[in-house]
């Protein structure tokens, strides 16, 4: 069952058009990849399908709201907040309060191995403790639809392990992960199905099988005729 399901999308600025008819659908329980690099058009994606921005053309059939986390390549934490401290502020921006808060602070926390530091100030966080928490936040509201814009980018090895593990266990639980990254290892851990977009456009999507190519990253050269690089 498609959780989100993109169709035709276009978005121009002025003489550049980042998003050209784009379409893809995401199922539950399923984390689908957008993957290609920088300047693609994946983060224009991301900001249609959340409603940050609005589409030039085409349609986006996706969870309300409320139901969307929404994980920003930008940090958005408070740095002299505890963990503890911004999850629970977060909460009540999605009206949770009272022992409901608690609770689903403690949990997020577990989810994203972050309960043993949770008392320190975000300030004091590595760059991969501050994504894990940003992540964190966007799934206090229980979410259907995850969408993470390049979580792990900037991040050393150790933190991005760890991310990537979050993301495992959470569609392990069923939720549906729209993926965004131009790291192709990423990308084959991670993705139950890649939709490759270069210049706004979806040039294939599907398993790596299905793309015709023993890896991702074959499968991208031979489309695009060019390298994908961290």
Do not use: W
């Amino acid at each position: 069952m498609a959780v989100l399901t993109v169709d035709g999308l276009r978005k121009t600025y002025r003489d550049l058009v980042a998003v050209d008819g784009l379409g893809f659908a995401v199922r539950e329980g399923e984390t689908y990849g957008l993957l290609g690099p920088n300047g693609a058009g994946k983060s224009t994606t991301i900001s249609i399908v959340v409603g940050v921005l609005a589409a030039d053309a085409g349609t986006v059939q996706a969870p309300p709201k409320e139901r969307i986390g929404y994980v920003p390549q930008s940090l958005a934490l408070y740095p002299d907040l505890t963990g503890r401290q911004n999850l629970r502020f977060f909460a009540g921006m999605y009206g949770l309060r009272g022992a409901g808060a608690r609770s689903r602070t403690e949990q997020v926390l577990r989810l994203v191995g972050l309960r043993e530091r949770a008392d320190d100030a975000v300030g004091a966080y590595s760059g991969g403790m501050a994504r894990r928490l940003n992540i964190a936040v966007g799934l206090l509201n229980r979410p259907s639809l995850l969408v993470l814009d390049e979580p792990t980018a900037g991040v050393d090895p150790q933190s991005r392990t760890a991310i990537l593990d979050s993301v495992q266990r959470l569609t392990g639980e069923g939720l549906a992960v729209l993926y965004t990254t131009h790291y192709m290892e990423e990308a084959e851990r991670l993705c139950d199905r890649v939709g490759i977009v270069d210049r706004g456009r979806m040039l294939a999507e599907g398993t790596p099988a299905e793309l015709g190519d023993p890896d991702l990253e074959a499968a991208f050269l031979r489309l695009t005729g060019r390298e994908l690089r961290d």
